[in-house]
């Protein structure tokens, strides 16, 4: 904390009231996007205007740039010289719309990387984010706990806290709108909480606030019976620990292996393996047993086909964003918010180019920030934080393959916010190769 108290505290220049800015825009966004994007659209416009590098002048914009040129191109095209084949359940004006999930953003991206250029500010952000999602535990242990309904307006609706009922088998959701949102949310803070906790220092109080943070998120993140959630729960220690975390990792996962077998399978059927079951909430196996799976409209495998023939359809520029909803409906008579599966859904929106290049893109930054992140040859400099928020997009990402959640507003403007940390971690010249 003692880095954000500088920053409250020295005599501050323009730049200084911008991190300031991102700051609180962070800590509101959990709990208030409408409060959060008040302070981060002033800091991100004091960046674009502060005379730093130009838009243009960082080659790593260039692709995201050309991804939005392209899914501009196939909004445009959809809406002005294609056929729409599928007007009478599907207004092309929707394309226009979802731009708004995606070009926004190439500027969020930019305008944050002063933010998060170097490791104290990285950490900085990541002590503000997890104190931030206070609000989503609290709201989220009292939804489940002690059936706290909503959802809760103020300001004549300004500020709406989506405080839902918990639906039979359902999870804890908090003020997201449902589980897997709140899921993926939690999915962002655990690695932090993670990191912050093992950080080396011997504040009793900071340790003690650490590990509540810790505790808290991660039973959350349980009671969101996401399976999304619980895998990220399992997967982020031992990528941010490295070799120690995988030792305390095998023997976790072995013994949860074990158990879902002998629980599962029918070689054990029997008065032991049922007796056992009952030990176990319901609604942990149901996401396990076939019992889970009975009654589904269609399987995920139906989706994924369905979406592969409507990309094929137009596949360089798309059909339209939030196309896929009415078209599946109409094919199948039963409704799915989305394709489950961000490529897919990008393909279906704007098209085979857009989607590859944001796709390559990504994955680059990804890949090239690892190398200095994960890299033996590196000096003894890289911080859990960093680990962090390597292993919390990295992870984002590859559960947006099988189930989407990146367009609640909260979610994708953090997305973008990571990705511009790890493009700062791959240019970081404290990172150093040993000689």
């Known amino acids: 904390m003692r880095n954000?108290?500088?920053?409250?505290?020295?005599?501050?220049?323009?730049?200084?009231?911008?991190?300031?800015?991102?700051?609180?825009?962070?800590?509101?966004?959990?709990?208030?996007?409408?409060?959060?994007?008040?302070?981060?659209?002033?800091?991100?416009?004091?960046?674009?205007?502060?005379?730093?590098?130009?838009?243009?002048?960082?080659?790593?914009?260039?692709?995201?740039?050309?991804?939005?040129?392209?899914?501009?191109?196939?909004?445009?095209?959809?809406?002005?010289?294609?056929?729409?084949?599928?007007?009478?359940?599907?207004?092309?004006?929707?394309?226009?719309i979802g731009l708004a999930n995606w070009i926004p953003f190439i500027w969020v991206f930019w305008a944050c990387q002063p933010?998060?250029?170097?490791?104290?500010?990285?950490?900085?952000?990541?002590?503000?984010?997890?104190?931030?999602?206070?609000?989503?535990?609290?709201?989220?242990?009292?939804?489940?706990?002690?059936?706290?309904?909503?959802?809760?307006?103020?300001?004549?609706?300004?500020?709406?806290?989506?405080?839902?009922?918990?639906?039979?088998p359902g999870g804890l959701s908090g003020l997201f709108s449902s589980q897997n949102y709140a899921g993926s949310w939690l999915n962002f803070i655990w690695p932090f909480c993670i990191a912050l906790f093992i950080e080396k220092g011997n504040n009793l109080f900071k340790k003690t606030a650490a590990l509540s943070f810790l505790i808290s998120t991660g039973i959350a993140g349980f009671l969101t019976f996401s399976r999304n959630a619980w895998l990220g729960l399992f997967t982020s220690m031992p990528i941010i620990l490295g070799k120690k975390g995988i030792k305390f990792f095998l023997p976790i996962i072995t013994i949860t292996i074990l158990i879902l077998f002998f629980l599962f399978s029918p070689i054990f059927e029997g008065e032991l393996q049922n007796n056992l079951r009952n030990l176990f909430p319901r609604k942990i196996l149901l996401e396990f047993s076939n019992d889970g799976y009975e009654g589904l409209d269609v399987t995920r495998m139906g989706i994924y086909k369905n979406a592969f023939e409507l990309i094929k359809e137009n596949p360089f520029?798309?059909?339209?964003a939030g196309s896929f909803t009415e078209i599946f409906f109409l094919n199948t008579n039963f409704w799915k918010g989305h394709s489950h599966n961000i490529l897919f859904e990008l393909s279906i929106s704007y098209g085979l180019p857009a989607t590859l290049i944001f796709f390559i893109t990504t994955t680059n930054i990804l890949y090239l920030s690892s190398k200095k992140i994960f890299s033996s040859k590196?000096?003894?400099?890289?911080?859990?934080?960093?680990?962090?928020?390597?292993?919390?997009?990295f992870f984002f990402l590859i559960s947006q393959l099988a189930d989407v959640q990146y367009f609640d507003g909260k979610i994708s403007l953090i997305t973008w916010i990571l990705i511009a940390g790890l493009k700062n971690i791959i240019l970081d010249k404290d990172y150093t190769a040993q000689v």
């Open 4 to 96: 954000i108290k500088l920053y409250f505290s020295k005599e501050k220049t323009l730049e200084d009231y911008g991190f300031i800015f991102f700051l609180l825009g962070i800590f509101f966004l959990p709990s208030t996007m409408i409060i959060g994007i008040l302070f981060l659209l002033p800091a991100f416009i004091i960046t674009s205007l502060s005379g730093n590098k130009t838009f243009l002048k960082d080659y790593w914009n260039f692709p995201f740039l050309i991804f939005g040129l392209l899914i501009l191109i196939s909004a445009i095209f959809q809406n002005y010289y294609l056929i729409n084949k599928y007007e009478a359940i599907y207004d092309s004006k929707l394309s226009l």
């Open 115 to 168: 933010y998060l250029n170097s490791k104290s500010k990285r950490r900085s952000f990541s002590l503000i984010l997890v104190s931030g999602t206070f609000p989503v535990l609290i709201t989220g242990f009292g939804q489940y706990f002690l059936n706290w309904n909503g959802p809760f307006e103020t300001l004549n609706g300004l500020i709406i806290w989506y405080q839902r009922p918990i639906e039979s």
């Open 317 to 320: 520029f798309g059909i339209g």
């Open 378 to 393: 590196m000096k003894i400099n890289v911080t859990y934080i960093d680990r962090a928020f390597w292993t919390a997009l």
